[in-house]
């Protein structure tokens, strides 16, 4: 027997939401074949075999939030003998509920269905509920008592699904609310969450929507940084008007080559490469003790897709053509729309640039996606009136902004930084050179 257990697909990823099963008990599966879909903290990855086999059992359905290293399903030689293995562990706790007092008729529901269970076989058994670590931190921001659930998981262990239920189906008897068991501490005052909820569930024109794993640990990793590290913020105003045009003259001549047509954002990311690389001082992190000085430089571009945002790496961004970047860029950013990007295409990043340029944002200040030192917030290109040898005259203006981790990058670092980014940009020979 082989266990198919749920995978760390990203460095930060502590728990996995099961999106889709594309073997089927019974089919057989060959080593590298995709068995399943993963949701991680960052996108949808594609869970492939390590063994080959048939498999002959899955133990939690699709929509499941599994904690990494949590068996999935069960690969065998398709004499069955390792779905009778795998369903050992859990006839203990199945049949445990047939001693208890139930009532009639409504006994025979399904078990696929999560709903609240009556408090006093719980409170009967004396035994405290076996509940995953995301039910629990789930139960404790709904209010719910975890002794009045029902588990769906594998032998009754209760799961998100089952804790989203319990609440709403509570939400929902909230307009006839029932007398309280003198034994249960009533609560003193909801937590800002709880409070939150019973507003949307009281309030017709809210709308609560579940956050994803994906905005879920953005939203803790972003927190995280803005608390931790000590942003500052440096802004340029640069001229951009021959950069424009040098990018309609190179897109012309890539495009009579049948080369990939180039972004202003692809030259940007293109200057901010070999800016770092002559100001190395800015490819750091933050160490605690000690500075982590990178040696090469791999940007990440942030790219926003449903659900949240996410950060692919065009790896040795220095090194590579403004046609090359452009190419890697575009198909990067089309798998994470698709949640197809792997987990090595979104770590590693020394530095990011985020751009809301095309949504006619002029300036803005983005949060350092840690353990990065820095990002780079990219604003809209403007027509702006300068003065230029004593006259009046139109230019283009496009303003960045560096936030860095004051931690590791002194105010007068980050600035020269930006002194040789503006000159690379005023002057875009300089970046393909």
Known sequence: MTEIQMPRLSDTMEEGVIATWHKQVGDTVERGDVVAEIETDKAIME?????????????????????IGTPIAVLGDGSGA?????????????EAPAAEPVAEGPAAESAAEPVAASAEPAAGRGVKPK?????????????VDLAQVRGTGPGGRIIRVDI????????????????????????????PSQAAGSQSAADPDVEEIPLGTIRKVTAKRLTESKQQAPHFYLTSAIDVTDLVAFRAELN?????ADGPKVSLNDLVVKAVATALRANPSVNVSFGGD?????????????VAIEGGLVVPVITDTDRKSVSEIAAEGRELAGRARDGKLKADEMSGGTFTIS???????????AVINPPEAGILAVGAVDDEVKVREGEFVARKIMRVTLSADHRAVDGAVGAAFLQQLTGLLEDPLRIIA
């Open 47 to 67: 869970l492939e075999a390590f063994d080959a086999g048939v498999l002959e059992k899955i133990l939690l359905a699709e929509g499941a939030t599994v904690p």
């Open 355 to 365: 751009n809301l340029g095309m949504f006619g944002v002029e300036q803005f200040s």
């Open 82 to 94: 390792a779905a009778e293995s795998a369903e050992a562990p859990a006839a203990a706790p199945a």
């Open 290 to 302: 000690t500075l982590l000085q990178h040696k090469r430089i791999h940007l990440g571009v942030a």
């Open 252 to 256: 012309q001549r890539l495009q009579a």
């Open 164 to 191: 989203e239920a319990a609440a709403q189906q509570a939400g929902s008897a909230s307009s006839a609310p029932a007398p309280q068991d003198a034994g249960a501490p009533a609560p003193a005052q909801p937590a």
């Open 131 to 143: 509940a995953s670590p995301l039910a629990k931190r789930v139960a404790k921001e709904q209010g």
